[in-house]
Nanobody
Framework: VQLQASGGGLVQPGGSLRLSCTAS????????MGWYRQAPGKQRDLVAR???????TYADSVKGRFTVSRDNAKTSVFLQMTGLKAEDTAVYYC??????????????WGEGTLVTVSS
C-alpha cells in the first residue's frame, strides 16, 4: 500500500487547512485511516483516525476543531483543520492499516506534509 498525502502549508493562527491522503496498491481492506503528527523534538502522536465502519477517534487537543473523513470508496482520508493554533505546527503523516490478499494486517505510513501555523 502506498499513501500519497497533500495539503500542508503555511497558515495564520485561526486559519484552516485541508489535508488529503489517497491509498493505492493491492489490498483486501483498508481498515483504519488517519493522521499522526510530529512536532520538532516530540514523539509522533495520533491526531485523528477513522475506521472502515466510520468510527472516529480524535486527540483531545483537536476535538471540535479538526474533522476526519473518508471518501465513499474508502481509499482516501481527509483532515479538515480549523481554528489552527501555533501548537498545531508539525509534520503530519497519513496512516492506514490494511489487510492484504491473505488477510495479513500491516501498518503503512505516507511521507509527511508540513503544516506551519504562524503569523
Amino acid at each position: 500500500v502506498q499513501l500519497q498525502a497533500s495539503g500542508g502549508g503555511l497558515v495564520q493562527p485561526g486559519g484552516s487547512l485541508r489535508l488529503s491522503c489517497t491509498a493505492s496498491g493491492t489490498f483486501r481492506l483498508l481498515n483504519r485511516m488517519g493522521w499522526y503528527r510530529q512536532a520538532p523534538g516530540k514523539q509522533r502522536d495520533l491526531v485523528a483516525r477513522i475506521a472502515s465502519d466510520g468510527t472516529t477517534t480524535y486527540a483531545d487537543s483537536v476535538k471540535g476543531r479538526f474533522t476526519v473523513s473518508r471518501d465513499n470508496a474508502k481509499t482516501s482520508v481527509f483532515l479538515q483543520m480549523t481554528g489552527l493554533k501555533a501548537e498545531d505546527t508539525a509534520v503530519y503523516y497519513c496512516y492506514c492499516d490494511a489487510y492484504d490478499t491473505i488477510w495479513s494486517r500491516m501498518d503503512y505510513w505516507g511521507e509527511g506534509t508540513l503544516v506551519t501555523v504562524s503569523s
